[in-house]
Each structure stands twice: as C-alpha cells, then as structure tokens.
C-alpha cells in the first residue's frame, strides 16, 4: 500500500524533506503545542456539543415549563452521559489555549525572538490570541441562561461603544440589539464556523512558518551544536513525546472537567428581568476590571459627533494600546537582525523588567475587577496599579544588574 501511494504522491521525498526534519527540544517550546492540543480538543467536543444544541430563543416546553430552545438544549446536553463533563472540556480547553497562547507569546517576548526574521510569527501568534479569545466569548451567549445573556448584553454595550463603527460592528454580529431571535443564530455560526476556520488558517500559517524558517534554539546550543539544529526528527521521535503529551493533556483535563464542572445552568436559570452580578472568565477580568476604576461619566468628543465614552476607552483603547505596542516592538527593537537563538532574559534587564511590570499591570487590573468585594477605591486601585507596575519593572531591572551584572555591548550580548 506504500509503495503504490508513493509511486503516486512521492511520499519518500514528503517524508525526507518534512518528516526527518530536526526539532528543537527545550522544555517551554511544549507550551505551544498544549495550545494545539487544546484546540484539537475544542473541536471533537465541539463537534458532540453541535449535535445536541439549538440555536434558538423559541421557547419550548419541557417538564411542564416554558424555557428557551438553547437553554434547554443545554439542559438535554448535560443529562446525557458524560454530556456535562464533555461541555465542561470544551469549556477548560478554551481556558487553556487561551493561557498557553499567553504563556507561548512571553516566552517569545522575554527570549526576543519576536525580531526580524520571525516577526511574521509574532503578528500571527498575537492574533491567534485576539481570536481565541473573541472565539471564546462568542461561546458566552450561547446556553443563554441568565448569566450569559446578561454578558453577553455587556458586550453588545461594549462593542456599541466604538465610535463610527460600533453600531454596524454590532449589528453583523449580534442581528441586532441583543436579544434579538436573530442573535443566538448569528453568533453561533460565528462561533462553531467562521472563527474555528480563521484558527485553523492562522494555526496552519503559524506552523508552516515555523518549519520554513526552522525553530529557534536555546543558547546553550551555540556551543553544543554551532550552526545546526540541536534536536530530534520530527518522525518518530517528537511524534512520541507530542502523542505523550496529548495524552497527558487529555487525562489532566477530563480530571479537572469531571471534578468542577463548568457553568451548571441550572443555578442561573433562564433569562429574566433581573439582572444577576456577573463577572467575565479570568482572561476578560483585567478589562472589567478597569472599566470598574474609570469614571463611568468620562467621555471624548470626536469630530462628527462620535463620542469615546468610558466602556470604549476602558474595554477598546487600553487593551488597543497594548496591543498596537506588541506589533511595534520588531520594528522597535532591532539589535539581531538574523535570529536562532534565543535571549537570556538576565542579557536583556530592560526588556525583561517590562515583561514583569506587563504582568504586574495584569495582575493588579484583575483584582481591580473585584473592587467592590476589596472595599478599595478607585483611586487607591489606581496608585496599585501604576505603583506595582513601576516598582516590579525597578526591582527586576536592578536585581539583574546587581546579580548577572551589565549585559556587553554588541553581537555577544545577543546569545552570551
């Protein structure tokens, strides 16, 4: 059967040149690939979740009451066998690609080798996570108990917020206001369709990347190995060891999802009138929590009428500006101009201190999402904020310098 499919599809040259090639081995490069695993997992639970879900606020009677279709779709889901704990993988992959992708890109920050010539992939790893997390929240609507109405409700506010084109952003995607009998439909497409495709195509053009331009090393292999990959083949060697970990992954997730199952419906109960206090998944928290600390009157007149209100600079702008930064920096950070190996992170003070400051900044925002519970104020949360972001970029900058000494000037500060 080999020999006839490779008369026809000349796999001995596919297998020499992909299969046999050298892949680095170095604990954090595995990051990446648990992302992978998770959105492997995110579309064969997917895939069960589609065939026992409506997409529907038709209201539908079940045991005596009237519920809407998805809400009780989700219901039927759960009281199938192993139904709630497979909705509740899809819910912990979609956490953990979301954490490993974050993880993966300050790996790549606090190494550099985001720069030239990698910088293709640092654009498509920083929107893989902007579409990750859009995909997630997509997902959010979709039991349409109260809680996730009423988030939902929340974004339809925040994307509404954008000025000029917030009305129109929000009426593609939601059919319009929320909850129109259009909304659940629309995002569902998006969420099982459109948005899984754009991961496949960005995840297809990440990895394609990766072997053109070959991976890149730890330092320690400059001197091991000059000039050549240090690693194994990618067949049979890193096959076992990602089939490993696959495993592993799948027993680590199946544990956590069997032991707190994610989003029990049934406490939220279908939407009402009232609305329940809701705060978003972990990875959403940092942005609640600076809409909780920005002065809910703050408005920017534009030019046309448009007004930047609070919701926009707080949601939109913030994380934008972040954002806009992280595909600046290969333009802006350009000492190694062709990169293989990866940065100590002790070489480089500045660029690490503003790592940690970064994670500072996030740390801090998430606790401001808790601020009525912490009894602080908005502005005590701000001097955290602004106060721990500085410091830890300080005391990380200078216990570098005090410990590893000033990094040498030139190509040898590079890879040392």
Known sequence: MYRWLDERLDLSRFNKKYLNKAFAVHHSYFIGEIALFAFIT???TGI????????????VKVAGKELPAAYASVLYIDSLPFGAVLRSVHHWSASIMIAASFIHLLRILISGTYKRP?????????????????????GYSLPYDAFSATATSIGYGIGTSMPYIGEWISQ???????????SIPRVYSLHVLWFPLLLMALLGMHMLVMVKQKHTQPAYAKKVAPGRILGVPLMPQQAYMSTILFLL??????????????HPIEVFGPPTAATPAVKPDWYLIWIYGILQI?????????????????????????????????????????RATKMRYMELPTRHPVRTGVTFALLAFLITTTLAGWKQELGFTAGQLWA??????????????????????????????ETA
């Open 294 to 334: 920005i002065p809910g009157d703050l408005k920017i007149n534009l030019p046309g009428g448009a007004v930047m209100n609070s919701e926009f600079i707080g949601s939109i702008l913030i994380p934008g500006i972040l954002g806009v930064a992280a595909v600046l920096l290969p333009f802006l950070d350009t």
């Open 172 to 182: 593609v995607i939601f059919g319009g206001e929320f909850p129109t009998v259009h």
């Open 42 to 44: 995110l579309v064969i």
């Open 249 to 262: 992954y799948l027993a680590v997730v199946f544990f956590i999802a069997g032991s707190y199952i994610a």
């Open 384 to 413: 955290i904020i602004i106060g721990s972001s500085v410091i830890t970029y300080l005391v990380v900058y200078y216990a570098i310098i005090l410990i590893w000494g000033r990094p040498p000037k030139g190509d040898e500060a």
């Open 118 to 138: 990698r910088e293709i992939n640092w654009f498509l790893g920083l929107l893989l996570l902007v579409v990750a997390i859009v995909t997630s929240f997509t």
């Open 48 to 59: 069960f979740l589609t065939f026992n879900y409506e997409p529907s606020i038709r209201m």
